[in-house]
């Protein structure tokens, strides 16, 4: 059973389209954190929201928490070839850090 | 300051055969964590060291999986004998503490192919 469902799994867009990825789950999360994948590298944290309902952006990164804190959301604004790349979401459960459950994550690819 | 290593980045072994992947963290985190890709399936977490203290091993699938972390600095996962479905990429990572604002730091991974 997948406690973070992460969609979509696969995502083709051309460059200036907009993007949301999705994290749900039926689990509340003490936080929920976004990380990028390059091909032959390990995760690397983007953002990390802790209070439901928070908002946070990273130039044309939006993440969002929900209410309940049990889903989250990755806006992509104008989305550029150099996006491209593997996006996971990973859920803390129990305020334990690098504890971490992850989504399948989305594989995104910005065309020219 | 150099990241969370690990090595080797790739290994092919038989069926049977013993390997054993290595992870140096972050100088000074005393929070070390493996984690596993399985293909086609999420990460999932493997354990947990604070120190050289086992805090949390729930996620070792079977005891063919030994981690040990001698001193508190790097940290050995032994597969023992080696199965098919133990092919993957296993990752470590560390922090410096615990808690949702701590920002854990991954390695490049070890892709484990057992044949």
């Known amino acids: 059973t997948q406690l973070l469902e992460q969609s979509p799994q696969f995502l083709s867009i051309q460059e200036g389209e907009n993007l949301t990825v999705y994290c749900n789950s039926s689990s509340v999360f003490s936080s929920l954190q976004w990380y990028r994948q390059e091909p032959g590298e390990g995760p690397v944290l983007l953002v990390t929201v802790v209070t439901g309902g928070e908002v946070k952006k990273l130039k044309r990164l939006t993440f969002q928490f929900g209410d309940a804190r049990k889903d989250s959301s990755l806006h992509i604004t104008a989305a550029q070839p150099g996006d491209t790349g593997l996006y996971l979401c990973a859920g803390d459960r129990n305020n334990q850090g690098g504890k971490l459950i992850f989504g399948q994550g989305t594989e995104l690819s910005v065309k020219p | 300051e150099a990241g969370v290593t690990q090595f080797p980045s790739h290994s092919v072994i038989e069926k049977g055969q013993t390997v054993t992947l290595r992870c140096d963290p972050i100088s000074g985190h005393d929070n070390l964590y493996w984690y596993r890709r399985v293909m086609g399936k999420e990460i999932k977490f493997l354990l947990h060291?604070?120190?050289?203290?086992?805090?949390?091993e729930s996620g070792m699938p079977n005891n063919r999986f030994l981690a040990e972390r001698t001193g508190g600095t790097y940290s050995t996962l032994k597969v023992q004998p080696a199965e098919l479905e133990d092919s993957g990429v296993y990752f470590c990572?560390?922090?410096?503490?615990?808690?949702?604002?701590?920002?854990?730091?991954f390695g490049q991974g070890t892709r484990l192919t057992v044949v």
């Open positions: 990572a560390s922090s410096r503490a615990q808690g949702s604002s701590t920002e854990a730091f």
């Open positions: 060291f604070v120190k050289e203290s086992k805090q949390d």
